[in-house]
């Protein structure tokens, strides 16, 4: 009889338990190809051969600044002292729209320091909101660095 007692009362402590656990498995997301934290590198102290070497995948880690509201179809890291405009490689996947700014993204791919065109710069802006006098107030060019990942983590 204590036996049955003893597990009745038990019971709901270990489901309560093995639901927190399922709960934080849900802290962690994954997009694109399927990569691990792994070999994290850093960006500021290779950030010279990273951009010299730009045919070679990195993993680097960074917190979320923005995510394209439209579609997820890009997203702006802080890496380090660093911003980085990510997109995806043949736009085969995408980020979540909402609820990811402030979380820590590892991101695998390739780096590269781009020029963003005006058309290209106004369509960033019109993704993320912005009125059409912001919008109209971009008339330059900008150079960016911009990482082509093909495979992220999201995390809390």
Known sequence: MKYII??????????????LSENNS???????????????QSFQENKIDFLKNNKDDIKIEG???????????????????????????????????NGS????AVINGKISVDTL?????????EDAGKSNLEISQINEPEITISFLADGVIIRN
């Open 6 to 19: 003893l597990t009745l009362l038990l019971t709901p402590l270990l489901l309560h338990c093995q639901s």
């Open 26 to 40: 849900h802290n962690i997301s994954f997009h694109g190809k399927k990569i691990t934290d792994n070999n994290i």
């Open 63 to 97: 917190k979320i600044l923005s995510t394209c509201p439209m579609k997820g179809c890009w997203m702006r890291l802080n890496i380090e002292k660093d911003t980085i405009l990510v997109r995806f490689k043949n736009y085969g996947f995408f980020v979540p729209k």
């Open 101 to 104: 700014v402030g979380k820590s």
């Open 117 to 125: 065109s005006v058309a290209q710069l106004r369509h960033y802006a």
